[in-house]
């Protein structure tokens, strides 16, 4: 398949490679945090709908695998002196193998119940890290700060780890859209409708949804690499906190599941209106009701979420809005 | 022979479902499997197309033991599934639910290519038309349809019919057994259950009648139609049938 | 084996009050098939309204509770016609999100007007020696309170028109409806004894320990480590649930460090989901 004739691709492309390109034009640093949490939560929010979105499976402990592949590589920076474009690789991989082991057992229960025992484990996680010592146990492990002269320096260091985050949440979309148009992907679609039926009409469901797992918690792992690194220290709290877990869930609500676009808008949105609320007078003390009242109104009123309503409004859209 | 069931049976906790059923299907045959509700017809495909295990006995599939693989390995082999309760994939299109039966079924084919057979199997239903839209808006009788033709795409070497008859109207029934009809024309092999008798008796070889979970006979739609255990089966009384038929 | 017993007992008068909290989730879980990610920040508002009766109005907080029963159940009635009632029939993630909005309502307005900082109520009940153990009166009465409430679950639940209608809902909804039961006002009463249930723990855990308007979370995770101990639906499950759940907290720092506790507890609750989804009490 050629991706560059695909009118579905280029809308979620652009707009990720577009906002990095700015951030780099523009060189500032306070512009290129803003755009590193939300480029984080694009990332985080299009890999988790690799799973929630296409397969169907909620997933409420997609943190784990940011916080736990986050430690691992930030654990191959600090204390194996890695570089950091490695050790995030190496945080990757160590999610897709957790992902596994974790998937043997949980993929094997459906719905709520898959999404109840993904709780679990999140917090289990973020137990197990707080009494293990060699990382760190409840207080975390800080990066000794010569492993940012490598790269020239700490602010050197941090619009680097920036770029490294643009090309990860670009090749995220990437894949994202590999996948959705793959026949693989037209299994997981059916898995999501009726898994049932999909393995009588010979989709092998347990491979192809552990597949699916093992995807989705690849990207996790980079990007808390990345993140912790960027901030210099990780702690369990930090790693594992479930409100996070639930907010990058709320995303692809938001912009609308099991599409493309639609964790890409969900994440701009809900950061946008995090950071409008935060900063207002009226709404400062209220940004979490607000959010939550925000996020009622949708699941109620707007299902499918923003994309998804604009596909149902103008059918005409649905080949750029995939 | 390109099925062979011997002696299955299947348990449910304390429910006996099959006991000890025995049969063969010969290739390019079309089979009905008959018998009152509750005499474990769908239970018996379940078995054969793997979504459970039998208790005991084997079933041969083109002289491959697939007894107790997964649904999916068995639908690999080239055996179709239409099932008797619609199961549209809801938010895909009709055109990409057609596609999931060529993808993953025996041909194992690549999304492109799936797209041109499925869109021709759902021109062999009379459903192209309906390609792209989405599977929730078809009504029942084109639901049905979207079933065999996915069933269809997957290219099986036999198809597997529960009821596709079932809830259509008369002409739309007349249909439908032409559709099966061309379908077996074209060198498919079927096995199908179905409870409308004069639809089943004019278009199957073969007739084998399930009732308790056991058979109780087997052989020509006149044979079977003849014989005075499955009028019993389906009547209850032989000597009231009689009077019946008598009159 | 002497030295475990104090923690064991204590552990399990608490484990009565996890039981209450956990039946809730429960029994919302069992009649509506909706996962209540609200039920901590109802805790939480349990909580402080025992609190404010007692500081304000120097309600003694038992007696207090029966304002807080009334409030919670209309509390419930309220969040479920406001954020459940249209998406009760459109599959559990929307329900779930729906509560999960319902929790940041609840705690951010909480955080705004509360604040953060922790309270408690300085109430003592006196206390009870019996050789090596000392009973705190107010986890006694917590744990009286608890077994009281249970009771009366159970009467209503078995012994009521609308108590069998809720189990008729919960056994099959659509039957329930062709029976002429109106399932909506039964959904609707079922949340709010959910609610009222979370509530009402709540209260009673404020009479032994501080707390915060975000004190719920913990409890609500503890919440579904029991309801999935005791089977998921099983509201007396949930209460032996709640019991084990006390006395593991009781005995596990006996022999490992205390921080290791939810460890333990999330990965006892991963296997019980996976290995038996019924509960540790289920059928098979």
Not at chain 1, 55 to 72: A, E, S
Not at chain 1, 216 to 242: Q, W
Not at chain 2, 53 to 67: A, D, L, M, N, S
Not at chain 2, 214 to 237: C, F, S, T
């Amino acid at each position: 398949m050629n991706l560059w004739r695909q009118p579905g691709f280029w809308p979620s492309f652009l707009l990720v490679f577009l906002s990095g390109l700015v951030v780099l034009v523009l060189r500032q640093d306070t512009l290129r945090e803003t755009a590193f949490t939300v480029l984080m939560f694009i990332g985080l929010a299009s890999s988790l709908n690799i799973l929630m979105g296409y397969t169907g499976y909620v997933n409420f402990g997609h943190i784990v695998f940011f916080g736990l592949g986050g430690y691992f590589g930030f654990f191959l920076v600090s204390e194996m002196g890695w570089p950091v474009y490695l050790a995030a690789l190496g945080g990757g991989v160590l999610s897709s193998i957790l992902a596994y082991i974790i998937g043997a057992a949980v993929l094997r229960l459906r719905g709520a119940y898959f999404a109840l025992a993904t709780i679990g484990v999140n917090e289990a996680a973020r137990a197990f890290v707080s009494n293990f010592e060699p990382f760190g146990g409840s207080t975390g492990l800080y990066v000794n700060f010569s492993a940012y002269d490598r790269y020239g320096g700490a602010g050197q260091a941090l619009w680097f780890t920036f770029i490294l985050l643009w090309l990860v949440v670009l090749a995220v979309i990437v894949v994202s859209y590999l996948v959705k148009r793959s026949r693989f992907g037209l299994g997981l679609s059916a898995i999501r409708e009726d898994e049932d039926t999909a393995m009588v009409m010979g989709v092998n469901a347990p491979l192809d949804k552990t597949k699916a797992f093992l995807i989705s918690a690849f990207f996790p792992g980079l990007i808390g690499t990345l993140y912790f690194f960027k901030n210099g220290n990780v702690e369990p709290d930090d790693a594992f906190r479930f409100q996070m877990s639930l907010e990058i869930l709320v995303m692809v609500m938001l912009g609308g599941k099991g599409l493309l676009l639609g964790p890409i808008v969900g994440a701009f949105a809900y950061e946008r209106l995090r950071g409008y609320l935060l900063t207002s007078v009226i709404f400062k003390n209220l940004h979490l009701a607000t959010s939550g009242l925000v996020l009622l109104l949708i699941v109620l009123f707007v299902p499918g979420g923003g994309v998804g309503w604009l596909r149902e409004r103008f059918p005409k859209l649905r080949r750029w809005l995939e | 022979m390109i099925l062979q069931v011997q002696e299955v049976s299947k348990r449910f906790g304390g429910l006996q479902a099959l006991l000890d059923v025995n049969f063969e299907l010969a290739e390019g045959q079309i089979m009905g499997l008959i018998g009152p509700n509750g005499a474990g017809k769908t239970t018996l495909f379940n078995v054969i197309n793997g979504v459970y295990p039998p208790t005991e006995g084997q079933v041969i599939f083109r002289g491959e033991k697939i007894t107790g693989l997964p649904s999916y390995e068995v639908a690999r082999r080239g055996l179709a599934r239409a099932h008797q309760v619609v199961r549209p994939l809801n938010d895909l299109t009709v055109r990409e639910n057609v596609m999931v039966g060529a993808c993953f079924g025996r041909e194992r084919h690549s999304r492109s290519s799936a797209a041109s057979l499925a869109d021709q199997a759902l021109t062999q239903v009379g459903l192209i038309d309906r390609a792209d839209q989405f599977a929730l808006s078809l009504n029942v009788a084109q639901k049905k349809r979207l079933e065999l033709a996915r069933a269809l795409a997957a290219r099986p070497y036999l198809l597997l019919l529960d009821e596709v008859l079932a809830g259509l109207n008369p002409s739309e029934i007349a249909g439908m057994m032409e559709t099966i009809r061309t379908i077996r024309d074209q060198g498919f092999t079927i096995l199908m259950i179905e409870h409308i008798m004069q639809a089943v008796m004019s278009i199957s070889d073969q007739i084998i009648v399930l009732d308790y979970g056991q058979l109780i006979a087997g052989g020509n739609p006149q044979e079977v139609a003849n014989n005075p255990k499955v009028i019993e089966a389906y009547l209850g009384d032989p000597e009231m049938t009689a009077r019946l038929l008598a009159e | 084996m002497i030295h475990v017993l104090p923690s064991i007992i204590d552990g399990l008068l608490i484990g009565f009050v996890y039981g209450v909290a956990a039946m809730g989730l429960t029994l919302i879980w069992g009649v509506m098939r909706v996962i209540n990610l609200g039920h901590g920040a109802t805790m939480a508002l349990g909580m402080f309204c025992t609190y404010f009766l007692f500081s304000d109005l120097a309600l003694n907080p038992y007696l207090g509770m029966v304002a807080v029963v009334v409030l919670s159940l209309l509390f419930g009635f309220l969040i479920y016609g406001v954020a459940l009632q249209r998406v009760i029939q459109s599959g559990y993630l929307s329900t779930l999100l729906a509560t999960f909005a319902v929790n940041m309502i609840i705690i951010g307005i909480g955080t705004a007007v509360f604040t953060t900082s922790p309270r408690n109520i300085d109430f003592s009940a006196g206390s009870i020696t019996l050789g090596p153990v000392i009973l705190q009166g107010t986890r006694l009465l917590a744990a009286l309170a608890a077994v009281v409430i249970t009771g009366a679950l159970y009467l209503f639940l078995y012994f009521t028109r609308p108590g069998k209608a809720i189990r008729a809902v919960s056994d099959n909804r659509a039957a329930a409806e062709l029976m002429g039961i109106p399932s909506s006002h039964v959904l609707a009463l079922a949340f709010g004894l959910g609610t009222m249930l979370a509530a009402v723990a709540g209260g009673l855990t404020s009479t032994f320990f501080p707390f915060t308007i975000l004190s719920g979370a913990t409890y609500q995770l503890k919440s579904f480590v029991i309801c999935v101990l005791g089977g998921l639906g099983n509201p007396l499950g949930a209460l032996v649930g709640g019991l084990f759940l006390g006395a593991l907290e009781g005995i596990v720092p006996t022999f490992m460090p205390v921080s290791w506790v939810p460890v333990v507890e999330f990965v006892l609750f991963v296997l019980v989901l996976v290995v038996k989804p019924t509960g540790l009490l289920g059928a098979k």
